[in-house]
């Protein structure tokens, strides 16, 4: 763990404890994401489609590389990130089903959200689809090394006083997937097709919730590896 360059919390607490990554997982953003990189392609005279494609297996910066070598990336970045504050107050924005009452239900201190985007912007989208947001939120800006790094996880961990082995994350892309995994959690996939590498998958969040409800209420620790 060490080299990642995270301490282990030195007044760690026995789990269980929950960390969500957000747009996929919790809030349904796909088509927000879609448009935002569809205007910010399009003012650069770029195929949106082409852009999209790469801008969903790689960070911000990496796509401007790829799509984009010859422009300041500075630039390209504030151009997405006004784009995406527009969308955070304008933007059409849906929780998946079972998010609120799930969220509402876990006891205090025992989850995070650990996401690659901003901390703003989740606020922004969890106040306008009424979910409630905890005390640990580990955002872009709070480390180095993003997705599929562990090192968010492991933050997510620190913050929470919690030991790695004691998380479960809850997670729908495979480098969130891989995150959680190289931090040594528990990984479970939700929405959508099955990654690699999850100890169990759910179609749905709605079905994964009383799952994970069991989970932080201290159900046989077995059945996390789907055993």
Known sequence: MNSWNVRQAPDTAPGPY?????????IDAVDNQRRVWHTWAERYGLDPD???????RTRPLETFESVAPD??????????????DEDVRTGTYSAFAGAADLLAALPP????????NYAHRVRGRFARTGLP????VVDAASVAEGKPSPVPYLLGAELLGARPADCLVVEDAPSGVTAGLR????????NGPEVDGVHRHFGSLAEAAPEILAFVGGADRDRTSGA
């Open 18 to 26: 929950v960390l969500f990554d957000v747009d996929g997982t919790l």
């Open 50 to 56: 082409e852009v999209h494609r790469v801008a969903l």
């Open 71 to 84: 422009r300041d990336p500075g630039e390209c970045l504030a151009a997405l990130h006004a784009l995406e």
């Open 109 to 116: 201190g025992r989850w995070g959200l650990v996401t690659s």
């Open 133 to 136: 947001v905890p005390g640990v």
């Open 183 to 190: 931090a040594g959690m528990t990984v479970w996939g939700v």
